[in-house]
């Protein structure tokens, strides 16, 4: 289901979609952002979100990464996401990144780079 945004008066639909694992505990969820109007130049984040069961057993999780996605960091993405050239009021293809310390945002390298 995508919940609507407003972002600077423009209008965002966005959805959060369900974790993905790796396997050294590490995990990420993925947000769709898409302009509210239209569907056209889509925006993916991968939003790191670990998996807590992973870390039983010890006194401090070091690295463990949880974060709660709702509006205030979703606005954020989009805002950087605009700085970094994404234009979703254009057809183009869509953007992906990965959410680094809930304040910059790193190109996925495409499929089969290094």
Do not use: C
Request: charged residues 25%; glycine residues 10%.
């Amino acid at each position: 289901m995508a919940r609507l945004l407003m972002v600077d008066g423009v209008a965002y639909r966005w959805s959060l979609q369900g974790r993905r694992d790796a396997p050294d505990g590490t995990a990420w969820r993925l947000l769709t952002v898409v302009w509210g109007d239209a569907t056209r130049q889509a925006l993916h984040v991968r939003v790191r979100h670990d998996n807590p069961w992973f870390y039983i057993g010890y006194s401090q999780a070091p690295g463990l990464a949880t974060r709660r996605v709702g509006s205030g960091l979703v606005a954020r993405v989009v805002t950087l996401a605009r700085g970094l050239g994404w234009k979703p009021e254009e057809h183009g293809p869509t953007l992906e990144f990965f959410l680094e310390d809930d304040e910059r945002l790193v190109p996925v390298p495409p499929t089969g780079a290094r």
